[in-house]
């Protein structure tokens, strides 16, 4: 498990954008290692679930990088949506009038982010044995369920709409 930290550690640690950006680029590089993190938590996590080795659990990162590039837009797409919602809830009369549109993308966006779910479980499971594929799809669930809890403690918002 410590060779397997060691090994991703440089991957995660070296993807990291310059710190000298502002304003957006900061909140954009702060969700970016929010989901290195995030990731490395997950294949620590499937790691030991699924007994992989060393070679399985890089493969396994990448295949969760892949699909993480994916849902970045779109949970940027529920953040924005549930931004103007937040705003119209306390009656900012400039997000009044957008209320039903972002409520809308939202639902989109999360309908596109469960079918990316479904088709990054079925990218891991692809060459597992039953029991292996239902230790997968337990650890998958169990490690997103405390990342929703985790983002919730740490104050941010989250609508029915909008949780990632």
Known sequence: MAALVLALLPLVAGAQ?????????????RMERREQRQRLRQVLALSAALELDNA????????????DEKRRPLREQVRE????LHL?????STALPHVDAAAQRAFEA???IAVLDKEMYQALARELPPEKRAKLALTLARTE????LKWKRHGEQETPAAGD
């Open 17 to 29: 954008p310059p710190r000298e950006e502002r304003g957006e680029a900061r909140d954009v590089e």
């Open 56 to 67: 399985q659990a890089l493969k396994m990162e990448q295949t969760l990088r892949a699909f």
């Open 81 to 84: 949506a549930a931004r103007i």
């Open 88 to 92: 119209a809830a306390r009656g900012d």
């Open 110 to 112: 999360r309908e596109r």
């Open 145 to 148: 369920g405390k990342m929703r």
